[in-house]
């Protein structure tokens, strides 16, 4: 193929995609990170400051401390997830894919809804479900014997983080079951029936035979949930507010970016400093996604079949 | 070849069409942003009417955002050069800030601007009060709303001091059939505006405590203060059960469902409780504590209405402002909304007893406003954020009413140094 036709083929397929990934993916990146290198002054004007507003975000206490506090939050946001959905995905598509189940298609769609619903929804669903006051936990807890076990959960500094997590994750919950569910599917016959034929029951076939073949695929949902919670928001917001109470107890990154960009009540929202802490979620997402590719990914071993 | 042409033709007309639609919406059209969209009816079927009896050509278009976005979508929609006409204005420093952005314009030259006394303007000026830059709506004023039947069933009456009002929770509780005091901590703010805010002015006495602690001639840690965290501190047993994950939604419904007995109330809610609430309401101002004789209540001016510097329609944006001075407005205004009171001199006759009785306070009371809205909530930590946080942990018992002082004092010496 001559070069200028396989120039034109390239920009007529590539352009476009790359075009508009440029102007709503890159552009808004690199101006985020231009914007955290300044300052403003109340009419407006803003000021070149070079890296003062990370120096301030990392070194001074008063935004040092709310920052460490968002970035442990979040990391216990994530080890729930990885902790319960993911295990949880995997069984649940184990358990689609056994052979002979019956109604498969209803169980996926009921699994599946959570996921397609809004996450305001969800929270306020939740919180009223939680609700101390009208809720159906305590006296389904109470139906069983267990209703001294009953907290308000959602207020408790020690329990608000993983009650909202867990939300979470049954939000969520459908889409690794999805993922793996489709690579389970894609195992061919031939192996389960050679296994079967060894004389393997389904619990030693799912462990010793389909898991190790579905692993590159549990490993792309859990970098999947690596970046969506580190850029989680919504739920804590529609459940919590922005000040992410009782005392910041449920404050991730995304809501303490939130209130320093857009403000809070009184507080006066401050894109500059926003812009820093942005920048500062992207690197902290970019690190653990180099930590993955070269620790786990290169290791991945895909079958062929 | 032809085709084309035609679909050309086509797209031309259409666009034509939208451009002629934009100027028509331009012309003679206002758009109001505000962040009351409780109050969306209100403006639509009772307020815009009443104005377009007077100027009929005026078209007005009432666009609320939620309360807590309202900021935030503001101030994008003001930088984007797509905000509406007519500005809702908070208090003190956010719309302050617009208006040295540029983004608001001054209102001094209206007419009816001399029916607002200075305190009424003070929210909306510069520090140096020189320049007004909106026009005074409403204020609302905070205190306790109580059940009529509730009371009577129990054989308790408003409380006047602090102690009988102890003692009306303690009877309360005892009996066993209601909720002594209404107010979760869920939301943090009820137990800062409505707790702390609630009862603070006659610890601080009012306006004088307020203008100390911007001279910095008082402190958030001075027993004032911390007194009336003990207070807020001291309704932790006679609250509803988990009341740490009561929301601000779920303590309206659980006292206008009538399972509530006394409600740590903003004025705002008399309208929710109109529409919702079949029993008998009665109001008391927050109860004195023992020693005072004045008597300090909330009544904070909370709602104004500024042009954006960036209209297209500034003379029918005036002409809706200097509509907003005048009495009519007030008197709709006041009546449509009870709880949301007029900021004008002219006095106006409010129809709803509850409402009616909780703006009678302002002539046996001394009005003040929060103590956190003026000049102090202008750094990093913000005061009013932190207000809310510790207030609402004292009340769940997390924080001593001490600590909760030097927290606050300690965040405002990080960035606040008032001429001494």
């Known amino acids: 193929m001559p070069r200028a036709k396989l120039a034109g083929l390239l920009l007529f397929f590539l352009g476009p995609a790359v075009a508009i990934y440029t102007l709503f993916s890159i552009y808004p990146l690199v101006a985020t990170m231009a914007l955290s290198t300044y300052t403003s002054d109340p009419s407006g004007a803003r000021y070149f400051v070079g890296l003062a507003n990370f120096e301030t975000l990392l070194g001074d206490a008063l935004w040092s401390k709310p920052f460490w506090n968002a970035l442990g939050n979040n990391l216990i946001f994530f080890a729930v997830h990885m902790c319960v959905q993911n295990p949880i995905g995997i069984a649940l598509a184990g ?25 305001v929804i969800v929270g306020f669903s939740w919180n009223l479900i939680l609700s101390p006051l009208w809720g159906v936990a305590a006296g389904a807890l109470k139906a069983v014997g267990l209703g001294s076990l009953f907290a308000p959960w959602l207020g408790l500094e020690s329990s608000a983080l993983v009650t909202l997590s867990l939300i979470s994750v049954w939000q969520f919950v459908g889409i690794p079951m999805m993922l793996i569910y489709a690579a389970l599917l894609n195992i061919p016959e031939e192996l389960i029936d050679a296994a079967r034929v060894d004389g393997l029951g389904h619990f030693r076939i799912f462990f010793h035979i389909k898991l190790p073949l579905v692993l590159p695929t549990i490993s792309l949902v859990s970098v999947l949930t690596f970046v969506a919670n580190f850029n989680a928001f919504d739920l804590i917001y529609s459940v919590k507010g922005a000040l992410a109470g009782p005392n910041f107890a449920t404050d991730i990154l995304g809501t303490f970016f939130y209130r320093t960009f857009f403000g809070n009540q009184l507080q006066l929202g401050n894109p500059t400093m926003g812009s820093a802490v942005a920048t500062v979620m992207f690197f902290i997402i970019l690190v653990g996604l180099c930590l993955y590719l070269f620790l786990v990914q290169r290791r991945i071993r895909r079958y062929a079949f | 070849m032809r085709r084309t042409f035609k679909a050309a033709m086509g797209a031309e007309v259409a666009a034509l069409a939208l451009l002629a639609g934009l100027a ?16 969306a009816d209100i403006w639509n079927a009772k307020i815009i009417p009443a104005f377009n009896k007077q100027y009929p050509d005026i078209k007005i278009e009432f666009a609320p955002s939620a309360p807590k976005e309202y900021n935030a979508a503001l101030n994008a929609r003001l930088d984007g050069g797509t905000a509406g006409d007519l500005i809702t204005c908070r208090p003190f420093d956010a719309s302050l800030a617009l208006y040295q952005k540029h983004q608001l314009d001054g209102v001094d ?30 204020s609302v004023i905070a205190g306790f709303i109580y059940n009529k039947e509730a009371f009577a069933k129990v054989g308790v009456s408003e409380p006047k001091t602090l102690e009988e009002f102890h003692a009306v929770l303690e009877k309360l509780k005892k009996d066993g059939a209601y909720v002594p005091l209404v107010m979760g901590t869920a939301d943090q703010w009820e137990a800062a505006t409505m707790g702390f805010q609630n009862v603070g002015p006659d610890y601080w006495k009012g306006e004088a405590g307020r203008a100390n602690l911007i001279a910095g001639k008082e402190k958030l840690t001075d027993p004032q203060y911390v007194a009336a965290f003990k207070e807020i501190a001291s309704w932790a047993p006679y609250l509803g059960s988990g009341f740490q994950a009561q929301t601000y939604a779920d303590s309206q419904n659980l006292f206008s469902l009538g399972k509530g007995a006394i409600y740590a109330a903003g004025s705002w809610d008399i309208s929710t409780f109109r529409g919702q609430a079949k029993f008998a309401m009665g109001a008391f101002p927050p109860p004195q504590p023992a020693g005072t004789t004045d008597c300090y209540i909330s009544d904070h001016t909370d709602i104004a209405m500024g042009v954006n510097a960036a209209s297209k329609n500034k003379e029918d944006a005036k002409k809706f402002l200097e509509w907003l001075t005048t009495p009519e407005f007030a008197t709709i205004y006041a009546n449509a909304l009870p709880g949301f009171f007029p900021l004008a001199k002219t006095p106006v006759k409010v129809d709803d007893d509850v409402a009616a009785t909780m703006v009678g306070w302002r002539q046996t009371c001394k009005s003040t406003i929060r103590n956190s809205y003026q000049i102090l909530s202008r750094g990093t930590p913000n005061l009013e954020n932190e207000l809310w946080n510790v207030s609402a942990q004292v009340v769940n018992g997390k924080l001593t009413p001490d600590a909760a002082g030097k927290q606050l004092q300690d965040g405002l010496d990080k960035w606040y140094k008032p001429a001494k």
């Open chain 1, 95 to 119: 358990l689609l894919s056994l052979p002979g189940l019956r109604f498969k298609g209803f169980y996926r769609t009921v699994m599946f809804l959570p996921t397609m619903l809004s996450v």
């Open chain 2, 24 to 39: 028509s919406a331009q012309a003679g059209s206002l758009k109001i942003e505000s962040w009351r969209n409780d109050d």
């Open chain 2, 109 to 138: 030259g209206l007419k009816g601007m001399d029916n607002f006394s200075d305190v009424a303007k003070a929210a909306w000026q510069t520090d140096d009060g020189k320049t007004t830059f909106c026009v005074p709506i409403a």
